[in-house]
């Protein structure tokens, strides 16, 4: 991916373990048309190369960019995406797929796809569009938006300061009881399926439906988090962009993960808990980079005192309490301290 988008910058790319003869062509597509045709075996090296494709966009209002003999044709007009010749070496040979809703809306935030990208995604073709646009980060008012990137056990935690000043904070993530029972029914399936294999109906029908229904819930759970992920990243990108807040992100998840293990919780449901994180904050990241959000990476303790730097305490109910100095806080609210402490110092808070 890094290497496509420098080699459409017009950066030299070398790509390696790609034969010399092809190196040469990487940036003629047309040379080496005949290697990409579709429906066929992959060679070797396509199947983890991802090939740069020029784009041609024709907008709604008629005006056109790019490359006319472009392999791809983005055409807003009809809402359409036309791959001229790349899945079958012929001329004219064109497929057509529909646009997706997202590059609609990137476009009339003023991007543009100026190149796609072409490879294989689970062992089928797949076409990436990099939709990317020129923006300018505002300048942050006195609002700051700080997110703690938790597990979805307890949702991931943000606040919103004012002058140094907590004005909300709260926790937000998905149904975790939803979780939890669809969990536990994968969890009942596959000790079925593994009573079944045992005595050797490994391969029955009855084995193989009740493996699907574990698989189904898995992924379903997998799916919960992901939308959840999605969601939040952009909801809290807009409060950032509605408040014109900077945006400072915690994405330290151990201090989560050993949270959950002295809850003695199964690790596969720490697992669960845990997954799409990484998506969160990469999104949170992107979204925040495309709408020209101030953002910084901070650690934002939620064990360490902000007022005296003791080591905290959790007791009931998730509260965090200091044995030196007294200090007490819910536990999701004291990577909030935390922020106000690194962004504004100690004298803001105590
Ligand atoms: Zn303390």
Redesign the pocket.
């Known amino acids: 991916m890094a290497l496509t988008n420098l080699a459409y910058r017009g950066f030299e790319v070398w790509v390696p373990d790609l034969p010399k003869e092809i190196q040469h062509q990487l940036y003629g597509f047309r040379n080496f048309k005949g290697s990409l045709v579709f429906g066929t075996k992959p060679k070797g090296w396509f199947a983890s190369t991802w090939v740069p494709l020029k784009t041609f966009r024709v907008y709604a209002d008629g005006s056109r960019k790019g490359d006319r003999n472009a392999p791809v044709v983005l055409d807003f007009r009809s809402g359409i995406i036309r791959i001229r010749q790349v899945c079958g070496n012929e001329p004219r040979y064109v497929v057509e797929v529909p646009m997706p809703k997202w590059v609609v809306g990137r476009i009339s935030e003023g991007g543009d796809v100026k190149y796609a990208m072409i490879g294989l995604k689970d062992n089928e073709p797949y076409l990436t569009l990099v939709a990317e646009r020129v923006v300018e980060q505002y300048a942050p008012s006195d609002y700051i938006l700080a997110v703690d990137v938790n597990s979805w056990r307890y949702g991931i935690a943000w606040g919103l300061i004012r002058s140094g000043k907590l004005v909300t904070w709260r926790a937000e993530g998905p149904n975790t009881f939803l979780i939890n029972t669809l969990y536990h029914q994968a969890v009942d399936r596959e000790r079925v399926v593994g009573k079944l294999r045992r005595v050797g109906y490994g391969d029955s029908m009855k084995a193989s439906r009740i493996r699907e229904q574990a698989k189904s819930r898995r992924s379903r759970i997998y799916r919960i988090t992901r939308d959840k992920a999605y969601f939040l990243a952009s909801k809290l990108v807009r409060k950032a962009v509605k408040y014109k807040a900077l945006l400072v992100i915690d994405d330290m998840t151990e201090e989560s993960r050993k949270e959950l293990l002295e809850e003695k919780l199964p690790p596969g449901v720490i697992k669960l808990f845990m997954s799409n994180l990484r998506r969160f904050v990469h999104q949170l990241e992107a979204l925040a980079q495309w709408y020209g959000v101030p953002y910084r990476f901070e650690r934002l303790y939620s064990t360490v ?6 080591e ?1 305490t959790q007791v009931e109910g998730r509260v965090m309490v ?6 007490r806080a819910p536990r999701d609210m004291v990577p909030m301290h935390w922020a106000i402490i690194k962004l504004f110092g100690k004298k803001h808070l105590f």
């Open positions: 005192c902000p007022k005296c730097g003791h905290l200091c044995g030196n100095c007294g200090f």
